[in-house]
Nanobody, 112 residues
């Protein structure tokens, strides 16, 4: 069984930065593609970006050039570095294991 626990969310001013972490327990983290999603009330969950087991990344156009996804397979941890944050980045951020496991989410609020 895989368990994902996000941390690092909070309140930040526009232009600021936050780093989210997702700690994974269970086996297989190092060989699975991972992703970050986000969701705001009344909207569908939106893909932020993905990272393969080898570290190849892809990003949504809305975050490209501002967000960086990385992973430490030795620590079973996924990261999301968010820079130059905008109010429209306000959302609950979830990590996702492509074996269909979700974390509980962490709230990010960006004030203008």
């Amino acid at each position: 069984q895989v368990r994902l626990v996000e941390s690092g969310g909070g309140l930040v001013q526009a232009g600021g930065s936050l780093r989210l972490s997702c700690a994974a327990s269970g086996s297989g983290f190092s060989i699975v593609t991972m992703a970050w999603y986000r969701q705001t009330p009344g909207k569908e969950r939106e893909l932020v970006g993905t990272i393969t087991s080898r570290g190849s990344t892809n990003y949504a156009d809305s975050v490209k050039g501002r967000f960086i996804i990385s992973r430490d397979n030795a620590k079973n941890t996924l990261y999301l570095q968010m820079n130059n944050l905008k109010p429209e980045d306000t959302a609950v951020y979830y990590c996702y294991d492509f074996r269909n496991y979700w974390g509980q989410g962490t709230q990010v609020t960006v004030s203008s």
